[in-house]
Each structure stands twice: as C-alpha cells, then as structure tokens.
C-alpha cells in the first residue's frame, strides 16, 4: 500500500463495518468526539446544580432532591449508555458522526427542560418534564439506530446488541406517553421508575445472557474519569462563586483566602481520591462486575455535582441571598461529600474484594471531621470557617492511601490475580 493511500485510510471517514472493536487493543484512548459529545454535558451540569443550588438556598427541599435526582440519573445514563456502545463499536466514520451529533443537540434540549422541570416542583403543579424528556428520548432514539446498525453488521453479537436496542425503544414509548400525556406527579414519577427500571435490564440481559459487547476496560475507565473531572468543574464554579460573594462582602482578607482554599482544595481532594479506584485494572480481569460498578458511577457523578452545587448555597448565605441558616448551607456540601466518600469505599471494597482495616480508621477520622465541621455550624461559626473544616474530609483519605494505603491495595490486586 502506497503512503497516500495510507494517510488516505487515516483521514478519511466512509462508512466502516461495525464489526465491534477489540476489547484488548492497546493504547485505547478517548476519541475527540466522545470528548467534544462530553462538552455537552457540562451545560446539563451546570444547569442542574444551579437549580439545585436555587432550591436549596430557598429551603425548598423536596424539589430540590426530587427534581436533582431525576435530572443526575438521565444525564448519567445517556452518557453511560453513548460511552459504552462507544467503547465496543466506535467506527468513527460518517454515520457514526452524525448519529453522535444527533445525540448531542439532544442533550441540549434536556439542559433546557431543566429550570421548567425545577420550577414545576417548586410550585406544586403538575411536573413539567415534558422538554427534558423530548432532549431524553431524541439521544435514546439515536443510539437505537446505533444498535439496530451493530445488529445488522456484527451478526455474532446480534442478539446482544438487538436487546440494547429493544430495551431503549420500549422504554421510550413510555417516555412518549409522558409528554403527551397530562398524569399527575405521583403517577409520572412512579412511571419514571418503572422506564428507568426497563433501561436498566438493558445492559444486564445483554451483557449476562446474550453473549455481551466487546467494550474495552481500560477505555471505559478512562472515559468515566474524565466524566468525574466534568462533573469535578462544579465544583470550581461553586467555589468561584463563594469566593466572589466573600471578596464582595469582606474585600480580600484571611477569611476570603480561607474560602479559596476550601473550594479548590474539596475539589481537588475528591479528584485525587476518585482516582485512587482500581478500576481499570480490575475490570480487565473480572468483566462481570462492570454493572455495579457502573450503576455506582451514577451516584458518585450525582455526589461530586451537588458538591459544587452546595458550594454554590454558600456564596448565596454569605451574600444574604440564602433563606436558610449556616447548618443547612453546611450540609448543603458536607452530604455529597459525605456520601462521595463513602461510595469510593465501598466501590473500592466491591472492585477489589478485600477487606483493609486502615479504610476503618481512614473513615472513622473522616466522619469525625465532618462532625467537627457540623457541631462549628451549630455553634455559629460561619460558613467559610465550617467549609476551611470539612476540607480535611477528603484530605484524611488522601494522605492514607500515599502513605500506608497504596501498598496494600497493590497487595489486593496481586492477590485477586490483577
């Protein structure tokens, strides 16, 4: 072969074979469109935490949970689901460009849903999720023909990737209905479980009975990495705007540094302690514990954004823009780091499958400085001096692993034969 028909190979994007990617090809790196398909989830990001942050400041609890929880779990799942089909038959060619961009605009539409589907739960009507959910089903509507395309052309695997493709299209006839029909809240949110549960098998009926896809674990790893560090800007937004609202209130003094250092520094933290999971190594060997450990992801993306969200409710107190007191806007960031760290753990343990006696005392002295940071809440410490506490909540965990905690994970690994 010529040079010029090589470079040709290389530059060009015709319609390929979707034959399924080798699971074991080296070097396997995010592709500049999964990571320009990944700048659109920032806007969803974005637009859910300050929602979210909205709420809370205004004491509004239960819409902020109701309307947080709903949003974190379709925007994990449409990134999970693109990323997975990604890893196992990424063609990069024309068809799979387009069909991306489709996915893309989808997104957009669900970031614009957001603030109706906020403010309908605010108010107490009947839920207005009717925009979020077109974004949804127009996403899930392009990776079924993504599927039904894989199905066509990889006939060894057709059987996997048509149950991925029936599973979306069943569940979004149920989301169909929901936009076009006017149930009430309590029924559209029982009918959201009752989607979200179909979606679910999905991957588990294809990847466990029907002979599964050839995802790539070093691949998937990275990209749910470089999906935290999205979700991580959060919390630089959050702390920017603490900051802001300090310097705005104080001028630059001790206390605004304080508040710097808090923000950057519980983001930095969570960023250093997600990184610490095994997980590409893990998943490489044992293939089968990719479901947990991918449904876990949700909750810990959903922790790291209602961390920056939190930071967000305290640049409001500090503003006077707040109708809640400095323990609520603590709790605001100290639950999702609480709830961030645990999860790291307990995924840890379940990767691994080894229990390590320093996690208790690394968690017991995590748990006792966020209730340090709490108890300096309840008596009257502002909000940056509780935020300069519950710095060190990620820090403990840090300092663990480098010092004592590296070496016994390596002992974990060597004996699960990783």
């Keep these: 072969m010529s040079t010029s028909d090589s470079v040709g190979k290389v530059l060009h994007h015709h319609i390929r074979r979707m034959s399924g990617r080798d699971p074991h090809e080296p070097h396997r790196v995010a592709s500049s469109l999964e990571l320009l398909f990944d700048l659109t989830f920032v806007t969803c990001f974005a637009f859910a935490a300050a929602q979210f942050a909205h709420a809370l400041a205004a004491g509004h609890y239960a819409s902020a949970l109701i309307g947080f929880g709903f949003s974190s779990l379709c925007i994990c799942w449409a990134w999970f689901n693109f990323t997975w089909f990604a890893s196992a038959y990424d063609t990069d060619d024309w068809i799979f460009r387009i069909t991306t961009m489709v996915q893309m605009t989808g997104v957009l539409v669900l970031a614009v849903g957001l603030p109706r589907l906020f403010s309908s739960l605010e108010h107490g009507q009947q839920l207005d999720n009717s925009v979020m959910v077109l974004g949804y089903v127009i996403m899930r509507v392009a990776l079924i023909f993504q599927w039904l395309r894989a199905a066509r052309q990889d006939v060894a695997r057709r059987r996997a990737c048509l149950t991925y493709a029936a599973a979306i299209a069943i569940a979004q006839i149920g989301w169909i209905a929901i936009i ?127 961390t920056g969200a939190g930071l967000d409710v305290a640049a409001n107190l500090i503003e006077n823009k707040a109708h809640i007191g400095t323990l609520p806007a603590l709790l605001a960031t100290a639950i999702p780091v609480t709830i961030f760290l645990a999860l790291i753990y307990a995924l840890h343990y379940f990767l691994v499958r080894r229990f390590d006696q320093l996690h208790i005392w690394l968690l017991l002295a995590t748990a006792i400085v966020i209730a340090t940071a709490i108890m300096a809440a309840i008596f009257g410490a502002n909000i940056v001096e509780c935020l300069g506490i519950l710095l060190f909540a990620p820090v403990i965990t840090v300092v663990g692993y480098e010092v004592l905690g590296h070496r016994h994970q390596d002992e974990m690994l060597t004996s699960v034969n990783v």
């Excluded at 149930?183 to 979606?199: N, Y």
């Excluded at 705007?241 to 206390?255: C, D, K, N, P, V």
């Design 180 to 306: 076009l029909f006017p149930f009430s809240m309590g029924v559209t949110i029982a009918l959201v479980v009752i989607w979200f549960l179909i979606e679910f098998a999905g991957p588990v009926l294809a990847e466990r009975k029907d002979g599964g896809t050839p995802w790539h674990a070093e691949h998937i790893a990275e990209r749910y990495s470089l999906f935290a560090i999205l979700a991580l800007g959060e919390g630089l937004v959050g702390t920017v705007a603490t900051l802001s609202a300090e310097i705005e209130h104080q001028g630059w003094t001790l206390e605004t540094a304080l508040a710097c250092l808090a923000g950057v520094g519980l983001t930095f933290g969570m960023w250093w302690v997600y990184s610490i999971l095994p997980s590409a190594n893990v998943l490489h060997v044992h293939r089968s514990r990719a479901f947990i450990w991918s449904y876990g992801q949700i909750l810990i993306i959903a922790s790291i954004v209602a």
